[in-house]
């Protein structure tokens, strides 16, 4: 059964650092993962899709990078301003096509 | 291009009441999701559904939750009699099914609030 595991729960940083969000799955047989941001009260907003075969996607100052083989993707903001402060979700595709969920990282970014 | 459309965005109900949530998918996705967000957690898928026929629905507490697609499109999600613990976020997604292979990406409506008194 596939698990998806995000660290670290939440993060709190100074406006203009760069930081590292994690995540780790279990079965690394999936389509794509993807990364998602959830505002307080809003819905889901798609960021990156990193397909089996990529190596990384880069969106802005967004790079996710994907490493199948041990089943870790990562999510890096560069230069980091209080408009990213959000809830951060990693999402695996399976092959049902179901998206299976990390809990999230919670970003506070400190003006 | 419209997106996927829910309705209500809020419910406050007493438990025991029932509830029930509308979703219209993007229009030529074959694919339906429900899922429950629970605050804190990462959502939760309660069933899938390929046209109007059930993919998976293993998550979905069948002794009150209830879910169907008529004719391929819209869905409706009932809760019947609704307990404490089913506030949460309730939220509708639809996809292509498949069809982008692994492009294939779901798009999500804005959710229902419930919140269960």
């Known amino acids: 059964k596939q698990e998806v595991t995000q660290i670290p729960a939440a993060l709190s940083v100074p406006e203009g650092e760069n930081l590292v969000l994690n995540c780790s799955f279990t079965?690394?047989?999936?389509?794509?993962l993807q990364w998602f941001r959830q505002d307080p009260g809003k819905g889901l907003t798609s960021l990156l899709l990193?397909?089996?075969s990529q190596r990384e996607q880069t969106s802005g100052r967004l790079n996710a990078s994907l490493d199948k083989s041990s089943g870790r993707s990562t999510l890096y903001i560069a230069a980091s301003q209080p408009g990213d402060s959000a809830t951060y979700l990693c999402a695996v595709l399976n092959s049902n096509y179901q998206l299976i969920w990390g809990a999230g990282t919670k970003l506070i970014i400190k003006p | 291009e419209a997106g996927v459309a829910q309705s209500p965005r809020y419910k406050i109900i007493e438990k025991r009441q029932s509830v029930a949530f509308w979703c219209n998918p993007i229009s030529g996705h074959a694919t339906l999701y429900w899922y429950q967000q629970i605050l804190g957690q990462g959502p939760k898928l309660l069933i899938q559904?390929?046209?109007?026929?059930?993919?998976?629905d293993s998550q979905l507490p069948k002794d009150r939750f209830s879910a169907e697609r008529l004719k391929g499109v819209d869905s409706t999600l009932k809760i019947q009699p609704a307990k404490l613990e089913d506030s949460a976020v309730y939220l509708c997604?639809?996809?292509?099914?498949?069809?982008?292979?692994?492009?294939?990406?779901?798009?999500f409506g804005p959710g229902t609030r419930l919140l269960v008194l």
């Open positions: 990193i397909q089996s």
């Open positions: 997604a639809s996809s292509f099914g498949g069809l982008a292979g692994d492009q294939e990406t779901q798009y």
């Open positions: 559904f390929q046209n109007n026929g059930v993919v998976d």
């Open positions: 079965d690394s047989a999936i389509y794509n």
